[in-house]
């Protein structure tokens, strides 16, 4: 509660975004008015009481697709960024803690990745394995894992080479309790804030990937997609395909606002020890 | 009135804590310094001094505040001065020195343009002025090649040349005032007598003013007219050097003179295995070859000092020992048991009979455990002891080690310099090991406190038959708690043996620059010891010099 009143205004604004998007995510199909793929209206009925945001090119209702929607978009994310940062922290650390050759190989390796283009290489990746959530997230993971190795590796490398390591070192502890005891209570602040980031952009790869046709297939919803399958009514002067934009770029924002805070608070603790 | 330069009155500074709440670190300080005349700060850390030097110059660390009071230099008011006045004094009129040179320059680019730097842009100078100016110092101070060493780096140049350079930086637009935060203080015995007497040299030669701050009292005392002590951000005593030293008022002053007083008692050689043995040890970081055909023995229940200047491979002797950086060669030996050189290869057991203490006790601490989770780890590691059990025994360890049993629940960061290194020592003894080894454990301490983790340490011998390996390059330490000494230049050993016979003439002559280099707490020493030197050199005989030259 302390902490929430010393927070700066932005950051209560981020907060609140993303706890109502939150809450959107968890209770979604309940409060939808209708099923995700069920068809009630004409195409593209303006906003009313029966469809308060109106309906799409299928004649679907926006609102409750778009609360679907909330679900499956943040949960990709969500799930790809835990992942990504389970298997990038991981290899990171090793690399910075053992060092030597360990680290060369995986270093190597990680630059071979982040040397092609992401969206290409999730292209041809999703293009080749059967569409499935499963496949999508193991490949957001994957490829943003990477930037999380990198990352990790930096601030380990940091404190790896602290006497109190060293003490541990010599004292014959395995790489396990050097890692997970005393680098990372150690690294934490940095990576938090940068979990933050990580989910934004992987947030918005997701959507662009749904853009393409490769992300979460349809019928399910999400937000990506939707942008996609109304794009054509921009042309009628229609703006049914901002609203998804909208709900993409203001979570964006209220992540970015926490991050924020965050990253202040880190570097300014830091800056005292 | 006017004959002062700087004038101080009842400055108040406040900074801010941990959490943000101001607290005052300089508490109604008043002083005078005259044109030519040097004022000696003195006083631990966290008394204030290095916050009153850069008040001088009318600045305030970030978060620091000057509260209230007056700094007149030259008979301008810099409190409350507007930004442009205070850049066109500092520099010009007041110069600052820092502690770590090292830090202070721009690795980027070349000394000379740093040095000249503040004379061109404030002083008036032109580049060509500046440049003659700054060589003439160059000379002045000793530093090598006048004509060439502005060309240099700053990495290619020793920390006992940055440290002069740095002087000659202040020195060039000639201020009236220069502040010296520390100086010497990172520097080796044998460099910092050179650097001091250079500094002295070159403030007597200029007539300008200076402060002079420092935790080292025999050290100023070279050097100041007169001596402010401070503690806790007030003035304990002032006066002329010669009466600080040799009849000081205040009872914290007394204190101060007769720090480094404790003494050991003398053990006999015990004719057993001895705890540690090395054997013709060889080691080399790459192709660097650091150590040649090092061996030394340590006896149960004794403590062998290992001194010389940084560079000689006195820390990578630690590091061998304890298996960190396997040697090329030779053999190291723990109780009759051979020992291999890889970390990796010693059992759990043999990792546990050795430990290590560190020289800065704040890295050495895991600042996201609790005192408990630290010291208690080794007794879970090396002896499963758990729950009550461990939190007993973890009480026990800090009460050996002369802590409140209140610390167990604590953090590192909440804890003072010298009682993280107490807590150290006892995460050491926790391990209940044969031979520990002290790198350096008290330099990063306040005279005061080391002497309280010397009293310990020998305390802690006396009851538990310990053996210390005590790598220092500090000498009035090893003549306080040595039974052997090992005297180290340049990765070999030049002298070893008892310390009655290390430290009784005729010397080695290396032994005998680190032991002339001491500074004594005595009027006129740094003048005699030059004097001496140069003397001996003309009587032909062989005089060594710092490899730092």
Not at chain 1, 48 to 55: D, K, N, R
Not at chain 1, 197 to 224: E, K, M, N, T, V
Not at chain 1, 226 to 253: K, Y
Not at chain 2, 248 to 259: D, E, G, H, M
Request: neutral net charge; hydrophobic residues 45%.
């Amino acid at each position: 509660m302390k902490t929430f009143a010393r927070m700066p205004l932005s950051a209560k604004a981020g907060l609140l975004i993303v706890l109502v998007f939150a809450f959107a995510a968890i209770f979604g199909p309940w409060l939808a008015p209708h099923g995700e793929a069920e068809i009630v209206g004409d195409v593209w009925e303006p906003f009313s009481t029966t469809f308060p945001l109106g309906t799409d090119s299928l004649g679907r209702d926006i609102l409750s697709r778009m609360l679907w929607a909330a679900r499956n978009t943040i949960g990709v994310a969500l799930a790809a960024t835990l992942l990504s940062f389970a298997l990038g922290m991981t290899l990171g650390y090793v690399a910075a803690v053992v060092g030597g050759w360990v680290d060369l190989v995986l270093s190597r390796l990680i630059d071979t990745i982040m040397a092609i283009p992401t969206l290409i290489f999730a292209l041809v990746v999703l293009a080749v394995l059967p569409p499935s959530l499963l496949t999508l997230i193991l490949v957001i993971a994957v490829l943003d894992s990477t930037r999380v190795f990198r990352l990790s590796r930096a601030v380990a490398m940091d404190v790896a080479v602290m006497d109190y390591v060293e003490v541990a070192r010599l004292r014959g502890e395995r790489l396990p309790w050097i890692i997970f005891r005393e680098v990372l209570p150690n690294t934490l602040p940095p990576l938090i804030a940068e979990f933050g980031l990580r989910f934004c952009f992987a947030f918005l790869f997701l959507s662009s990937l749904s853009f393409l046709g490769l992300g979460i297939q349809p019928p399910a919803a999400d937000w990506g997609g939707m942008v996609r399958d109304n794009a054509n009514a921009i042309s009628f002067g229609l703006i049914v395909p901002l609203i998804p934009a909208a709900a993409i770029a203001i979570l964006t924002i209220g992540v970015n606002l926490v991050v924020d805070w965050q990253l202040e608070r880190s570097s300014t603790v830091r800056r005292r020890a | 009135m006017t004959t002062n330069l700087l004038e101080i009155d009842d400055l108040h500074i406040t900074g801010q804590g941990e959490s943000g709440e101001p607290f005052e670190i300089v508490k109604g300080i008043s002083l005078r310094l005259k044109r030519g005349e040097v004022l000696g700060l003195i006083g631990e850390s966290g008394a204030g001094k290095s916050t009153l030097g850069l008040a001088s110059l009318g600045y305030a660390r970030h978060g620091c505040r000057l509260v209230h009071g007056s700094i007149r230099l030259g008979g301008k008011e810099l409190l409350g001065a507007p930004p442009g006045l205070l850049r066109t004094i500092r520099g010009v009129n007041v110069a600052y020195v820092a502690q770590s040179a090292a830090a202070a320059f721009n690795p980027a680019h070349r000394l000379e343009d740093q040095i000249v730097e503040a004379a061109v842009q404030h002083g008036g100078y032109s580049i060509a002025e500046a440049r003659a100016e700054a060589r003439r110092l160059y000379a002045k101070l000793r530093l090598p090649a006048p004509e060439r060493f502005g060309q240099r780096y700053p990495h290619q140049v020793s920390g006992g040349q940055l440290q002069r350079a740095m002087t000659v930086m202040a020195m060039v637009p000639k201020p009236d005032i220069i502040v010296f935060d520390e100086p010497t203080t990172a520097l080796d015995v044998t460099t910092q007598i050179e650097v001091l007497a250079a500094i002295k040299d070159a403030i007597r030669c200029e007539g300008m003013a200076a402060l002079y701050i420092t935790h080292d009292l025999a050290l100023v005392a070279q050097i100041a007219d007169r001596i402010m002590v401070l503690k806790d951000g007030k003035l304990v005593e002032e006066g002329p050097t010669a009466q600080i030293l040799h009849a000081p008022r205040a009872a914290y002053t007394k204190a101060l003179v007769n720090v480094h007083r404790v003494g050991g008692v003398m053990k006999p050689p015990s004719g057993k295995i001895p705890s540690l043995e090395v054997r013709g040890i060889d080691a080399a970081y790459g192709l660097l070859r650091v150590l040649h055909d090092v061996t030394l023995r340590l006896d149960h229940g004794r403590t062998v000092a290992i001194v010389g200047e940084s560079g000689s491979g006195k820390s990578t002797l630690a590091r061998v020992v304890t298996g960190l950086l396997p040697p090329l060669k030779g053999e190291i030996w723990l109780a009759g048991e051979r020992l291999p050189g890889a970390l990796a290869q010693r059992s759990k057991d043999q990792l546990r009979r050795i430990q290590l203490v560190y020289q800065m006790p704040d890295v050495a601490l895991n600042p996201r455990q609790t005192i408990e989770e630290i010291i208690g780890r080794p007794l879970t590691f090396y002896f499963g002891h758990r729950g009550a059990e461990r939190r007993r025994r973890v009480l026990r360890l800090l009460e050996e080690v002369e802590l409140p049993a209140g610390f167990a629940g604590r953090y590192p960061a909440e804890l003072s310099g010298g009682q993280k290194q107490r807590v150290c020592i006892a995460r050491a003894l926790a391990a209940e090991p044969e031979v520990m080894i002290c790198d350096e454990v008290t330099s990063a301490l306040d005279a005061q406190v080391a002497d309280g983790v010397l009293r310990l340490l020998l305390r802690l011998q006396a009851e538990t038959g310990l053996s210390y390996l005590f790598i220092t390059h500090d000498l009035a330490t090893v003549k306080a708690i040595a039974d052997d000494i090992v005297v180290m230049y340049q990765g070999k050993i030049v002298q070893q043996g008892r310390k009655e016979e290390v430290l009784t003439p005729p010397h080695h002559p290396y032994t005998d620059l680190l032991l002339s280099s001491v500074p004594e707490m005595e009027l006129g020493w740094l003048d005699r010891t030059l004097a001496e030197r140069e003397a001996r050199k003309a009587r032909g005989e062989r005089v060594m010099e710092s490899a730092d030259r």
